[in-house]
């Protein structure tokens, strides 16, 4: 017997990753802990380990199960019972297992030692210091703290978002998404993912964090339930996910048991700071639970506790941009929610969380308006769920008007750069809605924040209320700031229903009011409006409307406020666009476009509008529709109505392609639009100008080549060859591609941190490579990274497989035979080879490698039949002939030569063809030629005519 692992009656489904690396790690150190809260599976993947590994040890693998255990001085007698082991009076049982292990070579498997853990950790400690060939699994919610431990965090399984769902046949990529299959069609066979239930399944799989125990528990409930009914009902988790069998142990149960086993080994202090770290939610900081949490019984103590929670896998700890964030998993958030509310400090927990956040949101708010907008951006991004969770309880349980009047106004540009209309205007009209409000200007504020929100929506009317009656409010305390924000959303609502004399007014009152309080960025807000009201009356009044776009310009760019240079860049764009001035609109649209792009603002149309103009007028309506189409297609993205000007730009531009193109033509280039994404559109309309046109080749068929203009990259120019595969990777991809899919494609057998470091190697290597007259810190033409995806320009890129793949589309597209062919001959001349072929070694080539082979076979063979079409047989046959040479068992290509050769009288030829054929499909194949190729050998043979 080399080993007592317990027999599993279900099966393990996916970790093989993490199985692999946990091999890979028990090769190398003599004890790995697999660390996890309660439920994440350590105990299954221990024992798959275990499984996997039994043949790499002499002496065998053996099973050491500690959860009935409560003794810690029975720790060695439950190992030492594995092996019969007496008991000595001379000696400890820990001594006659140092002396019974010392010459072996085998795994010890210690399971569940959280209960344990000195004694567990002291056992471990004496076996390794004595035993040089005996290595140690443990399994346990906390590390041992033995020397020379490795601790492996077991990760939760693999869920989908339900919002963005792939395909129900991908569905099951996910491992969670397989667990709950699997498990549920062990209760009711056939059962599978399909359309009407993908989401359900999804939506069980994230809510219950991808733990395993909690899946399974979950499909425990099918088909009593279905799919649909447990996700609604996993609000009440608890009582839903408990086990029905008796042999399970006990701790396992229920999900309520594994976390109560977790919460019961817990000191005082932990478990006072566990109940209060349940009000956050989405995560948080060490600061947020200073502030928070950091009071009483735990205030001076805090770190250490957060610390050993993080060791008892019952905090998640994460790295943010450099900075740490913690965060609960769903389930143990709402165990520990349960507990806070049964507590008597539930009120003040969640008060200090309300002041936290809504202190954090106003701080915000004002450095959005500066030139550190992105990072507030970044920064509340990740606290939306506690802001949330702030709104929420003081709407319900704490009832502060004006506490939920300053979060509303807070968050209203966070809400607007968001595109988080309907939401926003929810909390918004709220707090409004509520009674007994004390500050005046917190009111008057909140009556005039969310205009924007409201136009969005769609709702002028109740905007111009809310600004009138928040301008009275303003008046009668003497606020000269509320007054200017009131008079300048009338103004810009006035603007949109073309009251340009109102909006005027409006404008000038406030920009009085603004350099009066020297308010520069908010001066050059109005300013910019007032440049629009100049701008739509027309022609006589662009001048005017210029001035005030320039001063605009230059007090955003004085604040540092990028949004606010991005809106004016674009305006004069539209001032350019409209006095004929094409190239200097585009330059405009382009830098507005960017900045946009970098503060990732959902408001793209206006730009987008004006170049779908620009291409009108320049001759190319097919563009300008698809251009107006991925415009249409932000506004319905992000739920949000358009603005007036935003709507006579497009329906402008659609009025007029549809006059040119024709409606099916119009309608091809519109849904192209609407479909594509959103930065290759943008990629396509920029490069309208004549001087941004392709100035770099990348060839990839038959060898890898770039070239800058008409002159070739070096070969010592690519400095390592995964430099070169990163650029055709981005190049065969198109789109932009997520960091995580260029580590998993191009550094596979790397680590996460030393594959990131390869990339960013290799990043700046290909930049120098391809631009290396680039200085540092200056923007690449041809890249560029966007969040956390990486791309190229393409625009700006040529490659011979997008011309490829293009000359077949049109030869699929074409009219007549002879431009069929036309196409067809250019896809062979493209062709020098297969793709990459230095590189055919690399997974992810493989499957465009394929594709593009068979789609020049293809070519070929059409080439042939296109060619013996127009009376040309022996072109014809070479073109066969080709074919045969690139992949010789391809029977068709066979059949249609031999028919050719046939017709121009070379029958013996023909035969010949035939046995050629026959010999080396029964050779490499072991088949005979099919029966139509049969066929077409015995009528060359009686010299019949062939059909």
């Not at 907008?373 to 709407?395: C, G, V």
């Not at 400095?719 to 070169?724: I, V």
């Not at 190697?761 to 890249?783: D, T």
């Not at 020049?856 to 014809?876: D, F, I, K, S, T």
Request: hydrophobic share 45%; glycine share 6%; with cysteine.
């Amino acid at each position: 017997m080399t080993h007592n692992l317990p027999r599993q009656l279900t099966s393990f489904v996916g970790r093989e990753r993490e199985v692999a690396e946990v091999s890979r790690l028990l090769a190398s150190v003599p004890l790995v802990t697999l660390t996890g809260s309660g439920g994440s599976g350590k105990t299954r993947l221990a024992l798959r380990v275990a499984e996997d590994l039994v043949s790499q040890y002499p002496d065998g693998v053996w099973w050491v199960d500690l959860a009935g255990l409560s003794d810690p001085g029975l720790v060695p007698q439950a190992v030492a019972s594995l092996f019969a082991l007496p008991d000595s009076r001379d000696r400890s049982l820990t001594e006659t297992l140092i002396s019974f292990l010392s010459p072996k070579s085998l795994l010890l498997v210690l399971d569940t030692c959280e209960h344990l853990l000195a004694a567990c950790a002291r056992l471990a400690h004496d076996l390794l210091r004595n035993c040089r060939h005996l290595t140690i699994l443990a399994t346990s919610r906390e590390r041992l703290a033995v020397p020379g431990e490795v601790t492996f965090e077991v990760p939760v399984l693999s869920t989908p978002d339900p919002d963005r769902l792939p395909p129900p046949d991908h569905l099951a990529e996910y491992e969670s998404v397989q667990l709950f299959v699997e498990r549920a069609a062990a209760r009711q066979p056939g059962f599978q993912v399909t359309p009407s239930n993908a989401k359900a399944i999804a939506e069980v799989c994230r809510r219950l964090d991808g733990m395993p125990l909690a899946i399974e528990l979950a499909a425990t409930r099918y088909p009593a339930l279905s799919v649909d009914q447990i996700a609604a009902r996993l609000s009440e988790r608890f009582n839903l996910l408990k086990a029905n069998s008796a042999v399970t142990l006990p701790r396992h149960q229920t999900l309520l048991a594994a976390i109560d086993w977790s919460y019961g080994l817990l000191t005082d202090p932990e478990r006072i700071f566990f109940r209060r770290i349940s009000v956050f939610a989405g995560g948080f900081t060490l600061e947020a639970t200073e502030r928070v949490c950091g009071f009483s019984e735990v205030s001076d103590q805090l770190l250490d506790v957060l610390t050993h929670l993080v060791d008892k896998s019952l905090v998640v700890p994460q790295e943010q941009a450099g900075d740490a964030r913690y965060r609960l998993l769903d389930t143990i958030r709402d165990y520990g929610r349960d507990l806070l509310k049964e507590s008597p400090e539930h009120e003040e927990v969640h008060r200090r969380h309300r002041d936290f956040y809504l202190n954090l949101a106003e701080e915000a708010e004002r450095g959005f308006w500066s030139s550190s907008q992105q990072a507030w951006i970044d920064r509340m991004e990740p606290e939306y769920d506690n802001l949330r969770a702030a709104f929420e309880w003081t709407n319900e349980e704490d009832g502060s008007t004006d506490a939920l009047l300053r979060l509303a106004v807070a968050l209203s540009p966070f809400w607007d750069h968001r595109g988080r209309f309907a939401e926003g205007l929810q909390w918004t009209n709220e707090a409004l809605a509520r009674g007994g409000w004390t500050i005046a200007r917190a009111r008057a504020r909140a009556l005039v924040a969310p205009v924007y929100l409201e136009v969005r929506q769609g709702d002028w009317n109740r905007a111009m209320e809310r600004c009138q009656e928040g301008l009275a409010i303003a008046r009668d305390i003497g606020d000269k700031s509320v007054m200017a924000q009131a008079l300048h959303s009338m103004g810009m609502l006035a603007t949109e229903k073309g009251d340009f004399d109102l909006a005027a007014a409006c404008c000038e009152e406030a920009i009085g009011y603004r350099r009066e309080i020297g308010d520069r960025r908010s001066l050059a807000a109005t300013l910019n409006n007032l440049g629009e009201v100049m701008r739509l009356r027309g022609d006589p009044h662009l001048d005017r409307a210029s001035v005030f776009y320039e001063e605009s310009l230059a007090l955003f760019l004085e604040c540092g406020y990028k949004h606010g240079v991005a809106v004016a860049l674009n305006n004069l764009g539209h001032i350019a666009r409209e006095r004929g001035d094409y190239a200097r609109a585009i330059s405009y649209y382009e830098k507005s476009l960017t900045m946009l792009r970098e503060l990732r603002f959902w408001l793209l149309v206006e730009q987008l509008a004006g170049l779908a103009l620009i291409a009108l007028a320049v001759g190319q309506p097919d563009r300008a529709a698809k251009i107006a189409g991925a415009a249409e297609g932000v506004h319905e993205t992000f739920g949000a109505q358009p603005l007036v000007r935003e709507r006579a730009m497009i329906e402008s531009i659609v009025t007029r392609a549809r006059a040119e193109l024709g409606d099916a033509a119009f309608q091809t280039a519109w849904l192209a639009g609407r479909a594509g994404p959103i930065e290759l559109v943008i990629e396509d309309a920029l490069a309208l100008d004549p001087g941004r046109a392709p100035t770099l080749i990348v060839k990839m068929l038959g060898g890898f080549e770039v070239l800058r203009g008409p002159v070739a990259i070096p070969p010592t120019a690519w400095r390592r060859k995964r430099d070169r595969l990163l650029l055709a990777y981005l190049v065969i991809a198109g789109a932009p591609v997520p960091r995580e899919s260029l580590l998993d494609a191009l550094w596979p057998d790397l680590t996460p941190a030393s594959a990131g470091a390869s990339l960013n190697v290799s990043w700046s290597n290909l930049k120098k490579a391809i631009e290396p007259n680039l200085q540092e810190g200056q923007n690449s033409r041809y890249l560029f990274i966007e969040g956390t995806r990486y791309a190229i320009r393409r625009a700006l890129i040529a490659t011979d497989v997008r011309e490829f793949d293009g000359r077949v589309a049109a030869a699929e597209k074409a009219s007549t035979s002879d431009e069929r062919l036309a196409h067809l001959e250019a896809v062979v001349q493209l062709y020098r080879g297969d793709l990459l072929p230095d590189d055919a070694n690399e997974p992810w080539t493989v499957v465009e490698r394929e594709r593009l082979r068979s789609a020049h076979l293809n070519a070929l063979e059409q080439v042939a039949e296109g060619r013996a079409q127009q009376g040309r047989p022996r072109e014809a046959v070479d073109a066969l002939r080709l074919v045969l040479h690139l992949e010789p068992w391809r029977e068709e290509a066979y059949r249609s030569m031999m028919r050719l050769l046939a017709g121009m009288g070379r029958r013996s030829e023909a035969l010949r063809l035939y046995r050629q054929c026959e010999e080396l499909l029964r050779r490499e194949l072991s088949v005979s030629p099919g029966p139509e190729t049969a066929a077409v050998f015995e009528a060359i043979a009686a010299g019949r005519p062939i059909n």
